[in-house]
C-alpha cells in the first residue's frame, strides 16, 4: 500500500484473486475512468437479482480440512466425466452460494472437524444454508457422503445437518446419507456407484443425446500420489532441541528429486509408516499369537506380522476396536464406556489399543485381530521449506511423540519411524495440497503467523517464499514453546531473517521461563493494538500447530482483541472473524 492509496477492507465474499485483479483493473486509470467504471458497478447493484438458469450438469461440491474429503470428491467427478456427463468440482469456499438455487443435482462430500464442526473451508457454506438466505430447493436433487471418525461424540455432525437441511428446503435425496468412518472406502465406494447411477438416470434423460460426451479418461494425476507414494531419500534428519528438551523435534529434509511432484508453501507432506517391529512383537506376545499366521482380510492374504507391521493401527486407539473388545470380553464396564460419548473420548485419549487389549484379556484369533484394528493411515506433516529455496527438497519439523502410561513406554508410531530414518533410508510420501492455507496472491499484504511448537513449520516456508518472492508486505510471526534455552525451533534462522528484513516482527511465548504459565495467545492480547491494526490494514492471518486447545485459545484471543481494539460487541467481534475465516485472510491448519 503506498500513501496515496487509502487501506480499504474488503467486502465479504470478495475473495483475494478478485481483489488483485480490481487492483490491478483501476491501477493507473483516469478520474473519469474510475468514476465510469465506479457508476457501472452501481448500476450493476440496482438490477433485480436475476435467477440462474437452472442447469443441466452435476456439481460435485466438497468440504475438507486434511484432504480426504477432496480426494473422494476428485475420484467421484472423474468417474462422472468418465462417464460422459457434465460435471464441474468445486471446493465449498469458493462456491459462489447465490447459484445454489440454479442448481440441479448436487452431490456432497463433507468432512466433520472440531467438536462436530464444519471444516474450515465450509463454515460459509453450512452458514449460508443454515440461515434465512437460503433459497427452496424445488429442483434439486441431491447426495450427501460426510466423512468422519466415530472416535469422536459428534461423528459426521456436518453430513448429517447439511443433508437434513437440504431436505427441509424442498430438495429430494437421490440417496440416503452415506457415513463413512476413518476407514472410509467400503462407505465411500459404494455411495459413489450408486450416486453415479443415480446421476446417470436422471441427468442422463434430460441430456440431448448428441451432447453426451463420449468417455473420457480420468484427469491426469501426478505419477505419485497417497495410493502410490515416492520413496524419498532422507538427506538430514537433526535434532533441533536441546538434549534437555522433553521432547525431541527433528528438522527432516527429504529429496524429491526425480518425483515430478511439487508443492507450494501451505502443503502437507503425506508419510506411510510402518509400525516399530518391537510393537508388533509385544502385541504377538500379549495375544499369544503366531507372526506367520496367514490371514485374509478385504481380499489380502498375508502373514500376521505384515498386517499388524504396515496394515494396521496400533497405536491409535478407536471406538471400533474398544467396542471389538466389549464384544469379545462381553464387558459390561466397557459397554457402559461406550454408551457415554465422554467416557469414550476419555478412554480414547488416555489408551493405546495394547493398554486395551491388556487391560480386557481375551482369546484372539488372528482374522478377529486384524479386522478388530482400523486400518494404518498416512501421516501428515506441513513442509517447511519453499521449493523456490530448496529445489527439489522437502523439509519437515516433526516432534517424536513418546510418553509413559499403564506403566510402560508408549511411543508415536509414524513420529517414531521418521526420527529413526537415517540417512541412508527413503520415506514412503506424497503430497497433500491444501488450498486454504496459502500465502496472499497479493505480495503487498502483511501475513500474521501464529505458530507455536511445531506449528511453526509451515511459516518457515512463507517466510523463504515471500523473501524470494521480494514481497514486499511486511512478515509477523508469533512463536510459542517450554524454554527458550532448550525449544527455541530454527531460533537462527529466525533472527538472520530479522537482520535480513525478511521477517519484520518476531514475538515469543515460553510457557516454562516464569512461574506463571505464558502461551502466544498472552502475547497477542498484550499486542492487541497493533494486530487489530495490521488485520484492519488488510492482513492475512495463518494459526498453525495444536487443535486441541491451542487454536481455541488464540481464536478467543483474537475475538477480544477484536472486539476491544475494533469498538466491537462480542458477537460483532466473532462475525468478523467468521468473514475473515470465510474469505480465506484468517485460515487454520491445526491437528
Ligand atoms: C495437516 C496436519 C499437519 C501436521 N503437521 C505436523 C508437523 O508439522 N509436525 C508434527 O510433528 N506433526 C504434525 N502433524 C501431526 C502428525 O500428523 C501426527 O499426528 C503426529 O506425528 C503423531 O503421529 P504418530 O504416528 O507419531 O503418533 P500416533 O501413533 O498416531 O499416536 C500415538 C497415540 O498416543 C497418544 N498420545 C500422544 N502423546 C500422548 C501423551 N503425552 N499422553 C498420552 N497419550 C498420548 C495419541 O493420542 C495417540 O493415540 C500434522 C497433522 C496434520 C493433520
Ligand atoms: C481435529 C479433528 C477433529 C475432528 N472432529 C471430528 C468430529 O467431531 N466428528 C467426526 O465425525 N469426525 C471428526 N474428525 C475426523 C475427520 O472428519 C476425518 O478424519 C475425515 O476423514 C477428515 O476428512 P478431510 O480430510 O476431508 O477433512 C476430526 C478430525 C480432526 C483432525
Known sequence: ???????????????????????????????????????????????????????????????????????????????????????????????????????????????????????????????????????????????????????????????????????????????????????????????????????????????????????????????????????????????????????????????????????????????????????????????????????????????????????????????????????????????????????VAAMLASHQPIDLLRAYPADWDPASLVAALRPLTPRLYSIASSAQAVGEEVHLTVAVVDYHAHGEPHLGAASRWIADAGEDAMLDVFIEPNDRFRLPADGSRDVIMIGPGTGVAPFRAFVQERQLAGASGRNWLVFGNRHAGDDFLYQLEWQQALKDGALHRLDVAFSRDQPEKRYVQHVLRERGAELYAWLAGGAHLYVCGDAAQMAKDVHAALAEIVATHGGKTPEAAQAWLSELLQDGRYARDVY
Open 1 to 343: 500500500m503506498n500513501a496515496t492509496q487509502p487501506a480499504l477492507v474488503a467486502p465479504p465474499g470478495l475473495g483475494e484473486e478478485r481483489q488483485v485483479l480490481l487492483r490491478q483493473l483501476v491501477e493507473g486509470l483516469e478520474p473519469a475512468q474510475l468514476y465510469w467504471i465506479a457508476a457501472y458497478a452501481a448500476q450493476q447493484a440496482s438490477q433485480p437479482a436475476t435467477r440462474p438458469a437452472p442447469a443441466a450438469r452435476l456439481t460435485v461440491l466438497y468440504g475438507s480440512q486434511t484432504g480426504n474429503a477432496r480426494r473422494v470428491a476428485e475420484r467421484f467427478a472423474a468417474s462422472a466425466e468418465a462417464a460422459g456427463l457434465p460435471v464441474r468440482l468445486v471446493r465449498t469456499g469458493a462456491y459462489p452460494t447465490r447459484e445454489l438455487a440454479g442448481e440441479r443435482y448436487l452431490a456432497l462430500v463433507v468432512s466433520t472437524q472440531g467438536e462436530g464442526e464444519p471444516p474450515d473451508d465450509a463454515r460459509g457454506f453450512v452458514e449460508f444454508l443454515a440461515s434465512r438466505r437460503a433459497p427452496k430447493l424445488p429442483n434439486l436433487h441431491y447426495t450427501v457422503l460426510g466423512l468422519g471418525d466415530s472416535s469422536y461424540p459428534q461423528f459426521n455432525a456436518t453430513g448429517r445437518v447439511l443433508d437434513a437441511r437440504l431436505a427441509e428446503l424442498g430438495a429430494r435425496r437421490m440417496a440416503p446419507l452415506a457415513e463413512a468412518d476413518v476407514d472410509i472406502e467400503p462407505v465411500a465406494a459404494p455411495w459413489a456407484e450408486g450416486a453415479l447411477a443415480q446421476v446417470r438416470e436422471k441427468l442422463g434423460r434430460e441430456l440431448p443425446s448428441a451432447s453426451v460426451t463420449p468417455l473420457r479418461v480420468a484427469p491426469v494425476r501426478p505419477s505419485f500420489h497417497r495410493e502410490r507414494p515416492f520413496p524419498a531419500p532422507v538427506l538430514a534428519n537433526q535434532r533441533i532441541v536441546s538434549r534437555h528438551a522433553d521432547r525431541d523435534v527433528r528438522h527432516v529434509e527429504l529429496s524429491l528429486e526425480g518425483s515430478g511432484l511439487h508443492y507450494a508453501p501451505g502443503d502437507a507432506l503425506g508419510v506411510w509408516h510402518r509400525n516399530p517391529a518391537a510393537l508388533v512383537d509385544t502385541f504377538l506376545a500379549a495375544l499369544s499369537l503366531e507372526g506367520d499366521a496367514i490371514v485374509t482380510h478385504d481380499g489380502r492374504e498375508q502373514p500376521l506380522r505384515e498386517w499388524l507391521g504396515r496394515g494396521r493401527e496400533l497405536t491409535r486407539l478407536s471406538r471400533p476396536l474398544v467396542q471389538a473388545v466389549a464384544d469379545r470380553v462381553d464387558s459390561a464396564g466397557l459397554r457402559d464406556v461406550l454408551a457415554n460419548p465422554e467416557a
